[in-house]
């Protein structure tokens, strides 16, 4: 069994998925921290992100896998825990072009690919339902108006213990929404079997239950 959940940033994608994967007992892969782990890599050893290659130099020798402690999902990047780090606001601005590049994306991908095989996942992403798990069960796509995503962002980004300003944070959402849906590869959209769910006037439980109820059905 195979879960695609994909949607824009900020649209309650990776609690959703962590819950409904809970709820199912079936392992959940936030492809998004992989590819903030590589950036955070990126920026820490201070790599032009716009190098197409050296990215994806990076991206080959750079080990990132998930640890699971008593509490939660680590995300460790070459030996180091980044879990909190992978959220900062430097990171959450150079992510969506380190994600463009397409050998960076292909290598992802076939390492996602590899994650799921042989067992029951939730994945979230971008371009899961399409690239990753073409042939999963269900691909939900999962939104939320730009300023529902933008206060979920900066109450995030608060309880972090970061300043916020939203009208920067919607511009940044903005932004990476534009980078997400414009690259050539693996770009975020609908498809034809994606099941939408706009979740601007739901609670967490509500969104959960909503997709409890179609994969019931
Ligand atoms: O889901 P997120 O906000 O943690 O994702 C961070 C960035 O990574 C996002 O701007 C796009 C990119 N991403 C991607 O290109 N493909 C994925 N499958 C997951 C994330």
Redesign the pocket.
């Given at each position: 069994m195979k879960i695609a959940i994909?949607?824009p940033?900020?649209a309650g994608?990776?609690t959703l998925a962590r819950w409904l994967a809970e709820k199912l007992n079936y392992i959940y892969i936030?492809?998004?921290?992989?590819?903030?782990a590589l950036?955070w890599e990126a920026l820490r050893k201070e790599i032009d992100i716009h190098n197409a290659a050296i990215l994806a130099e990076l991206a080959r020798t750079t080990d990132i896998h998930f640890t699971i402690d008593s509490r939660s999902q680590r995300v460790i990047c070459n030996g180091i825990d980044v879990t909190e780090q992978?959220?900062s606001p430097e990171?959450?601005s150079a992510?969506?072009q380190?994600?463009?590049h397409a050998e960076v994306?292909q290598l992802?991908?076939s390492k996602?690919q590899q994650m799921a095989q042989a067992v029951a996942v939730v994945?979230?992403?971008?371009?899961?339902g399409e690239?990753?798990l073409p042939d999963a069960n269900y691909k939900f796509y999962i939104t939320a108006s730009i300023e529902e995503r933008t206060r979920r962002r900066a109450a995030e980004l608060k309880s972090s213990g970061y300043e916020v300003n939203e009208q920067n944070i919607s511009q940044e959402i903005q932004n990476?929404d534009y980078?997400?849906t414009h690259?050539t590869t693996?770009a975020?959209k609908v498809l034809e079997d994606s099941i939408i769910v706009d979740t601007s006037n739901l609670t967490i439980e509500e969104a959960l239950n909503t997709l409890l109820e179609i994969i019931g059905r």
């Open positions: 994909d949607g940033a900020g994608k990776s936030d492809t998004g921290a992989m590819y903030r950036t992978i959220r990171v959450n992510v969506s380190v994600a463009a994306r992802m991908v996602q994945m979230d992403g971008r371009d899961i690239c990753v990476r980078n997400d690259r693996g975020l």
